[in-house]
């Protein structure tokens, strides 16, 4: 009396891939990671950082940085987001971030977008002048020095710190900091909601 | 009745009198009362502490009822079923620490099935915040991720206004928890300040219609259907869209399934009606949804017990998704027709939109044809043991349509929603998201406050029953006429099933033969006893636990051998269900 047995019961023919995207059942379809650079403005209360890295970690979004600080009007304070998931993924995050109470306006900011991160560099102090010269390849400044050791502030892309690290690793790097990207549209685009 | 305090009634009466409803707010603890109820609040579900007295003391004063529970998740469950009943947000209170990490267990059930609820939470003063004082925990810190937004109350002037926006927060949009943490000398400092009305913090956006343009595009692709289907989830009853939803399905003809939290949204004795799909959904709307060309999904957020693997769920079909949370459009199942809105109102749209009635005879045919065959049913041997399926039937065909069913969480929270037939939204109490034993006995007692006029009946499993069983106390202080069934197998029965199952039988911690008298122990806590074991004594004794006027427990002792079927194992394809052992091993 009871119907067919699993296997033979009336079956579809799709097939969906792990995002749940209708796909051609016979090609194996993924999306693949892309960088995107989220820009937030947000209330500027206690907390507020804390629930938005949470958000990030609770739901397993590749984060690569967050940096955070106040803007012109002293209510607001502003994020900037570099993460690296599949365009299903970035959607989700912004749409997520968006929830967020304190969250006053998301937006991934363009490809061409002004993005500048800061590196404090800490090096060996025996060739001072050498680090000057590499310094100034970078656009770079020496910030301190002392016998022991000289510190170097450099501003740039991410690709640019990057090489001026490896550069300077020949003065023997003891500590490097890196603030992670800051980023604004280009233009007069701006993120105000009310403008 | 409930509670306000220990006084005699008389002399309550004189306060009220005294303590005209409009007295000024003197201080914060006030205020806060002052907000509750502004916001209309009814009753308040919690347990005294340290720090949170100043707000209990100011609620000697309120006509808001409070109950007092006998734990504080049972705090948290009983303001979640009060707002599942209502509609409108239950509130829970408890003091810092100990108080505070008890409602955690009911906050986050609330939050995962977007309940509306507020809870209240004394906290350490200001000065010792983060010193590690007696019974401080980072509450905010705690609850963040399973609230819509958990707020720290900084100053007496404005901690009305911090409970005035959370109110509002937990009822607004998509529903859900919020809370509010209270510090003692917030609560203890002076202000005259009025709480202002409820209303949603300012960043809270919310969209109520859809598109136009997008409802005309959808509704033509529903009419264009072959196999259409409607996925009614709990977003329907929450926005109160039911009726909208059964002039929808029965004008333009399409079958509705609905998820488990959607179980009431459409009436399951209608003939459009497949009841509800998932892991232990029945086999018909299983076939229906792996089959469909195109679902009409409405407040569902695809959780994976209701899809099994995503790659398998309904694989042909083309989605229109209507959700009021823009981001659960797409997060587990890809929307081809996004639809923002709320659903009563883009039920509405879509209903005006439809250029036709879709022509599928034939499809509702083969739906039909499913029905048959694969009934829900089970073996009833007329000796023993007792089926449960059976004492669940037995009770739905006893009980009026608007009967509520509270549940904990196992096989028997499974044959509850399979085996009532249930007619009526707002009906169906029972923890999904969270999965949460114990939810029954408190989510029973916040449902029976929140409709005395309907019968409440509570299907617990002798697992979970356990777990909150105090509350019976509070049923029994309370006389609330609730009827609660422990389907007793001995065992965590769930546990055992998937042991049996997927772990060759090792029964590991899954068995419980040293499971009390139930009906003994209702009778301790002061509610009446019953002892059930034999199928000819099950209307007998439901019967007369319903005329019993007040809580009860039937210790129903069932066939422990019975499992939940149909069955679509973890992350499975929908439409390879089970209905049997053997059927396991074919998949
Ligand atoms: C608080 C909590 N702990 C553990 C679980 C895991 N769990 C899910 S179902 C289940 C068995 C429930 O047993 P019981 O309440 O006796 O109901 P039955 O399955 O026997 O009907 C368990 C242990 C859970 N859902 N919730």
């Not at chain 2, 000398?185 to 919310?206: L, N, R, S």
């Amino acid at each position: 009396m009871p119907g067919p047995a699993p296997p033979e019961r009336m079956r579809p023919k799709g097939r969906r891939n792990s995002q749940g995207i209708r796909v051609d059942p016979e090609a194996e379809v993924t999306h693949e990671p892309r960088q995107a650079v989220l820009s937030a403005l947000v209330k500027h209360k206690p907390g507020v950082l804390s629930e938005v890295s949470a958000l990030f970690s609770r739901r397993q979004f590749n984060i690569e940085s967050l940096t955070v600080g106040p803007t012109v009007d002293s209510d607001t304070a502003r994020m900037t987001i570099l993460i690296e998931e599949p365009e299903p993924g970035i959607d989700q995050a912004k749409k997520q971030l968006r929830k967020l109470v304190p969250v006053i306006e998301v937006t991934e900011l363009d490809p061409t977008a002004v993005r500048r991160e800061l590196a404090l560099i800490k090096v060996g102090g025996e060739k001072p002048d050498d680090v000057n010269a590499v310094a100034e390849m970078y656009d770079g400044q020496a910030v301190d020095a002392s016998t022991d050791s000289v510190t170097v502030e450099i501003t740039g892309s991410k690709q640019k710190i990057d090489a001026a690290v490896e550069a300077f690793k020949q003065f023997d790097v003891q500590e490097v900091v890196r603030t992670g990207a800051a980023a604004l549209e280009r233009g007069p685009t701006t993120l105000n909601k009310h403008d | 009745m409930s509670e306000r305090a220990s006084v005699p009634a008389d002399e309550e009466g004189d306060e009220q009198t005294e303590t005209s409803d409009q007295a000024p707010v003197t201080t914060g603890a006030q205020s806060v009362v002052r907000a509750l109820e502004n916001a209309g609040a009814e009753y308040i579900f919690g347990v005294q502490g340290g720090a949170i007295m100043p707000v209990y003391d100011a609620l000697y004063d309120s006509d808001i009822n409070h109950v007092t529970m006998a734990h504080e998740q049972g705090a948290s469950h009983a303001a979640d079923a009060y707002g599942i009943v209502t509609g409108d947000p239950g509130v829970c209170f408890a003091t810092s620490g100990p108080g505070a990490t008890n409602l955690v267990t009911g906050i986050a059930d609330a939050n995962m099935d977007s309940d509306p609820m507020i809870a209240l939470t004394g906290q350490v003063p200001t000065e010792f915040v983060g010193n590690d004082a007696f019974q401080e925990t980072d509450t905010v810190g705690i609850t963040q991720p399973v609230t819509k937004e958990s707020y720290f109350a900084a100053d007496s002037d404005t901690v009305g206004d911090n409970v005035s926006e959370a109110f509002a927060l937990a009822d607004a949009g998509r529903q859900g928890p919020t809370l509010v943490d209270l510090p003692k000398d917030v609560t203890q400092g002076e202000t005259d300040i009025e709480p202002a009305a409820p209303k949603t913090p300012d960043t809270y956006d919310v969209q109520e219609e859809a598109d136009d343009a997008a409802v005309q595009e959808a509704a033509e692709a529903l009419a264009a259907a072959d196999r259409p289907v409607i996925l009614s989830g709990g977003g329907v009853i929450k926005a109160d869209a039911s009726s909208a939803l059964r002039e929808f399905a029965i004008e333009y003809e399409i079958p509705v399934i609905t998820t488990m939290p959607g179980i009431g949204s459409f009436p399951e004795d209608h003939e459009l009606s497949l009841e509800w799909a998932g892991m232990h959904g029945t086999g018909y709307a299983n076939m229906a949804i792996s089959n469909t060309d195109c679902l009409l999904a409405i407040g569902t957020r695809f959780d994976d017990r209701l899809t099994g693997g995503v790659d398998s769920f309904a694989p042909d079909a083309e989605v229109i998704h209507v959700d009021i949370d823009p981001a659960e459009i797409s997060k587990n199942i890809f929307a081809e027709y996004p639809l923002i809105g709320d659903a009563r109102k883009v039920l509405r749209q879509l209903f005006d939109a439809m250029p036709r009635v879709p022509d599928v005879d034939e499809w509702r045919e083969q739906c039909q044809t499913w029905k048959s065959e694969y009934p829900m049913t089970y073996e009833t041997p007329d000796d023993e043991p007792l089926k449960p399926q059976y004492v669940v039937e037995t009770f739905s065909d006893l009980t009026p349509d608007d009967t509520i069913v509270c549940t904990g969480v196992g096989q028997h929270q499974m044959w509850a929603s399979q085996f009532w037939e249930y007619t009526e939204p707002r009906t169906w109490v029972s923890s999904h998201g969270l999965g949460t034993m114990g939810y029954g006995v408190p989510a029973a007692i916040g449902a029976k406050l929140a409709a005395p006029d309907q019968e409440v009946v509570c299907f617990d499993g002798d697992g979970s029953f356990l777990m909150t069983v105090q509350g019976l106390s509070v049923a029994v202080r309370e006389q609330l006429d609730i009827t609660y069934v422990v389907l007793n197998n001995e065992a965590v029965g769930m546990v055992r099933q998937w042991q049996d199952g997927f772990y060759e039988g090792r029964r590991m911690a899954s068995e419980y033969p040293w499971i009390p008298q139930f009906d003994k122990l209702a009778e301790a806590f002061g509610a009446r006893g019953f002892r059930l074991e034999a199928q000819e004594d099950v209307e007998e004794t439901i019967q007369a636990a319903r005329e019993y006027d007040g809580p009860s427990v039937i210790d129903a002792h069932i066939d422990p051998g019975e499992n939940v079927f149909p069955m679509v194992p973890s992350g499975g394809d929908n439409g390879q269900f089970a209905l049997e052992e053997d059927h396991l091993e074919m998949l």
